[in-house]
T-cell receptor, first 113, second 116 residues
């Protein structure tokens, strides 16, 4: 059981480049989320999805796009990378409801230069 | 808005010492409460949870009780091990916009280091 798989694990981008962070889960979880982790700030929610075809913004959505075409996959797109997007990104999934807790991926460390 | 206040770290203990990490929260509605642990270089792992008042969550020797009257969810362990060295996050989850999607609110986390 792989759980939540994120790729790549590390990435360096130049300012203005675009890229997609991949996230896949094999637990048939309906809910999926993207968080970013910055030093001294804990984790902050970027975007989330409650099912295929349904996405919504979290607290720091600017500069990021998401889509959810299947239950398994929830990619995060950076359209034009900025140094302020240097961070560690985590994808998480859960069954419906908020009493289950989330399963997190191992993260993608992104540096924008 | 929702917020979490965690005991500031880093916390440094000797092996077999007693651990308490304080956590208080503010949240709209009736949150579920979670403790997550992050080992170096890894993602977050769910450590334990409690979903209603007076529930006690427990796992791997760690415990925390949902105290609604004091809005607290303090983490305790009777005898820590070197392998418990990690960052610990307290996180309430509340439904967003009347939905059943639970947004987690994180604090800065508490760094725990356990020495032999």
């Amino acid at each position: 059981n792989a759980g939540v798989t994120q790729t790549p694990k590390f990435q360096v981008l130049k300012t203005g480049q675009s890229m997609t962070l991949q996230c896949a889960q094999d637990m048939n979880h309906e809910y999926m989320s993207w968080y970013r982790q910055d030093p001294g700030m804990g984790l902050r929610l970027i975007h989330y999805s409650v099912g295929a075809g349904i996405t919504d913004q979290g607290e720091v959505p600017n500069g990021y796009n998401v889509s959810r075409s299947t239950t398994e996959d929830f990619p995060l797109r950076l359209l034009s990378a900025a140094p302020s997007q240097t961070s560690v990104y985590f994808c998480a999934s859960s069954p419906p409801g908020y009493s289950w807790g989330y399963t997190f991926g191992s993260g993608t460390r992104l540096t924008v230069v | 808005g929702n917020s979490v206040t965690q005991m500031e770290g880093p916390v440094t203990l000797s092996e077999e010492a007693f651990l308490t990490i304080n956590c208080t929260y503010t949240a709209t509605g009736y949150p579920s409460l979670f403790w997550y642990v992050q080992y170096p270089g890894e993602g977050l792992q769910l450590l334990l949870k409690a979903t209603k008042a007076d529930d006690k969550g427990s796992n791997k020797g760690f415990e925390a009780t949902y105290r609604k009257e004091t809005t607290s969810f303090h983490l305790e362990k009777g005898s820590v091990q070197v392998s418990d060295s990690a960052v610990y996050f307290c996180a309430p989850a509340v439904g967003v916009g009347g939905t059943s999607y639970g947004k987690l609110t994180f604090g800065q986390g508490t760094i725990l280091t356990v020495h032999p």
